[in-house]
């Protein structure tokens, strides 16, 4: 996932700002609340059919407090990140001319990693509500991913073509392999690292991605048909391999459910993949195109 905001970090364009948020809000915001409005379908017809006292009222209010905990709603999750690189991109749009991209890196970075801190110990910090005359505490796992996103976004930006420096690249490299020593990676959506340290988790997922360019550049710098075709395609498929996923598992995953893993990672490949191509098609049409940003 470093990988998405470190390469739109790589292509910024310094523009005014309102321009930049309107060019981000048709590629970034305008995908996110359709994909939101799917979610929000996908999981009333699956708890429709699964439950016999289905209630509307009931649903939408469990909806919208997963909306507000965790922006997005599970049967189109992979869209969390439209929303953080949207976020990502504004704000380094108006930090960058003020501060050096290194230093927006590390602040954020740390701010990311602070959240974490919060999370683990419980700490919460609430805004009132003054028409429910309560406090409603904020969730932070997606603050957590919007800086660290803003983190790595200022860093692809900054290493746009210093990431070819020998020297740099062989840091990035040593980084690389350090992870296969010490273990560390990191839930990029929930800011929550799987090994014991946060920071080194960030700087793996950072150097990978100086690492992989560099590979690419020096050496499978040509051509390769089948990894283009995917690349023109990565936010189909990205969007699109999730809710069909989470459709087929939730409701026609019986007659495999004692399956051995194999094959029902045989099964649920094929199934996706032939989703995943009638969906490229589908959004080869122009009118349709509006719906993943195009």
């Not at 090994?195 to 990978?208: D, E, Q």
Request: overall charge positive.
């Amino acid at each position: 996932m470093s990988w998405f905001f470190f390469k739109g970090g790589m292509m910024h364009k310094d523009t005014s700002t309102k321009l930049i948020i309107q060019k981000s809000a048709r590629r970034l915001l305008v995908p996110f609340f359709l994909f939101l409005l799917l979610g929000l379908l996908l999981d009333g017809w699956i708890q429709s059919t699964k439950s016999i006292d289905f209630n509307v009222v009931s649903f939408i209010k469990g909806e919208i407090a997963t909306f507000l905990a965790f922006l997005i709603l599970w049967p189109t999750g992979a869209s969390w990140f439209l929303l953080s690189l949207f976020v990502a991109r504004i704000g380094f749009n108006v930090l960058h001319k003020r501060i050096h991209p290194i230093i927006i890196t590390i602040i954020f970075a740390c701010i990311a990693y602070a959240i974490h801190i919060m999370n683990y110990h419980g700490w919460e910090f609430s805004v009132y509500m003054p028409g429910h005359n309560s406090h409603y505490d904020i969730p932070k796992s997606y603050m957590g991913n919007m800086c660290h996103g803003l983190a790595v976004y200022s860093l692809g930006y900054y290493l746009k073509e210093k990431q070819f420096d020998r020297t740099i690249f062989v840091i990035a490299l040593v980084l690389f392999v350090l992870k296969y020593f010490i273990p560390s990676g990191i839930d990029f959506r929930a800011n929550n690292p799987t090994g014991t340290n946060f920071m080194l988790s960030v700087l793996y997922g950072m150097s990978g991605c100086v690492v992989i360019n560099n590979i690419f550049k020096r050496v499978c710098n040509k051509g390769f048909p089948l990894v283009t075709y995917i690349g023109c395609n990565s936010m189909v498929y990205y969007l699109v391999h999730f809710p069909v996923m989470y459709v087929t598992t939730s409701l026609f995953w019986e007659p495999f459910a004692d399956k051995e893993l194999w094959y029902k990672f045989l099964v649920l490949s094929i199934i996706v993949t032939i989703f995943l191509i009638i969906a490229e098609y589908v959004f080869r049409i122009k009118k349709m195109r509006f719906i993943i940003g195009g």
